[in-house]
């Protein structure tokens, strides 16, 4: 057998090539031994499949749930009795000002930039202008009901004024 060179040993490293089938085999009986190791990995695969699986419907769910509420509309004649602002930030830093809008026959409302076709610019004219004890006819998306959040205003306007 011929003596091999560094050159050849150091790339015989770098490629991981075995320098002889031992060491796999020997693996290969170690683990053909132990049915119990094959069992967990088979479990362990099914149980981590299925938490991804499991997320990604949650994920589906929840985006197709937040679709169907924002196209669900609702016209509605309400007067405001309270008007608050405050900001709300993410991870990427600012994300807009929420508007809490209380009305006396429509419940708890919002005004929010980036939903229902609203800008924050005119997320913040819209919630500015709406008056306490005034009524407003007001374009609303999004049902009672829904987790965490009241529905939103998209437009409003002074009950009686003409478009």
């Known amino acids: 057998m011929p003596r091999k060179t560094l050159a050849d040993r150091l790339q015989a490293g770098i490629e991981m090539v075995p320098l002889e089938n031992s060491e796999t085999r020997a693996r290969r009986q170690a683990f053909a031994a132990k049915p119990w190791v094959r069992r967990l990995s088979l479990t362990m695969m099914v149980f981590a499949l299925t938490c991804v699986g499991l997320t990604f419907v949650g994920l589906a769910v929840d985006a197709v749930a937040s679709n169907i509420w924002w196209r669900t509309r609702a016209d509605l004649v309400c007067v405001v009795t309270g008007n608050s602002h405050h900001d709300t930030y993410g991870k990427s830093g600012y994300l807009g000002t929420v508007y809490d809008i209380d009305t006396t026959t429509c419940g708890h409302l919002q005004v ?18 709406l008056r306490v004890g005034t009524s407003y ?5 999004g049902w009672l009901g829904w987790p965490d959040e009241p529905r939103a205003i998209v437009s409003g306007r002074p009950a009686g004024a003409t478009q």
């Open 112 to 129: 929010t930039g980036g939903g229902g076709g609203l800008d924050e610019q005119e997320a913040e004219t819209l919630g500015r202008s």
């Open 137 to 141: 006819e007001m374009d609303v998306r």
